[in-house]
């Protein structure tokens, strides 16, 4: 009887030590349930748009004049967003030429076209490229990400050749391994009909730019915690084939112009949004 009784507490003793087991096992501890969480974040909002001046839509892309006098139609065309990522407020320029340098290596330390870094990611970064139609501009919506304790000053804005994981790849232009397809016709100043033209290339281009908030508010007080931001990168679409000569530039003259257009005349507006 003894026995028995010994044995059924041998038996309980042991239920209850594999039920510690399982539960240390299963339930994560404080430590990690703070980190999986943090306390304190914002969610931030990407936006890419355009400011027109005066481009002209048509029914079949749109007009532009640039700085040469040549009148662009563009009537097809793609680019690829590859990365947008904030850089962190820091109190020397040596700190934001670091991050740059950090972005600048996780391309280069690779082919353009694998789409993975080795190097430190921001979780400001976006998560896959997106492929922009230009035939028609329009603003898009991008993505949302969480961060958490903002405290951003810049944002470097990259342009690089498509992968296969990118969002939005087009069907009739293969965007993988390009960076930007331009299609059209342009009319020099003392021509009397227009040319056809195309520009492509697989350059990558990177530029980065100051936060500018809407209101007088300052950058630190915006970035506040528990609060939705949202970042539109803006392009001015009337300057982008400024400085082109399409009579005596080749077409990696051409591609570069339009790449270097693209990123440097580029407004990052940062807003708070309502939740």
């Known amino acids: 009887m003894i026995l028995k009784k010994l044995a059924k507490i041998a038996l309980l003793l042991s239920g209850i030590s594999l039920l510690l087991i399982a539960a240390s096992i299963i339930l994560p501890s404080q430590t990690e349930r703070d980190a999986v969480t943090p306390t304190k ?3 931030i909002t990407y936006e890419l748009d355009w400011t027109w001046g005066d481009v002209v839509l048509t029914s079949e892309g749109w007009f532009a004049t640039n700085d040469q006098g040549y009148q662009i139609h563009v ?14 407020c820091t109190d020397d320029t040596a700190g934001t030429e670091n991050a740059i340098g950090r972005l600048r290596e996780s391309l280069m330390a690779q082919p353009t076209y694998a789409g993975h870094g080795t190097s430190q990611r921001d979780a400001s970064r976006i998560a896959a490229p997106f492929v922009e139609s230009l035939t028609e501009p329009v603003a898009h919506t991008v993505e949302t990400v969480l961060v ?3 405290n951003y000053c810049q944002l470097h804005y990259l342009v690089a050749p498509g992968i296969e994981t990118a969002r939005h790849l087009p069907q009739d232009i293969p965007m993988e391994g390009l960076t930007l397809w331009l299609e059209g016709d342009v009319l020099a100043p ?3 009909s227009p040319t056809p033209f195309i520009i492509d290339t697989n350059l990558a281009w990177g530029n980065a730019a100051n936060l500018m908030p809407l209101t007088s508010e300052s950058l630190k007080t915006l970035q506040r915690d528990n609060v939705a931001l949202q970042i539109t990168v803006r392009r001015d679409l009337e ?6 000569d399409f009579d005596t530039m080749t077409d990696s003259e051409r591609a570069k112009a339009v790449l270097r257009s693209l990123t440097q005349n580029t407004d990052v507006i940062i807003q708070a949004k309502s939740l």
């Open 41 to 43: 974040f914002s969610t």
């Open 75 to 88: 009537t097809r065309g793609y680019l690829v967003n590859r990365s947008l990522e904030l850089i962190e």
């Open 148 to 150: 958490a304790q903002p």
């Open 190 to 192: 003392d021509a009397s």
């Open 239 to 244: 300057s982008l084939f400024d400085g082109i």
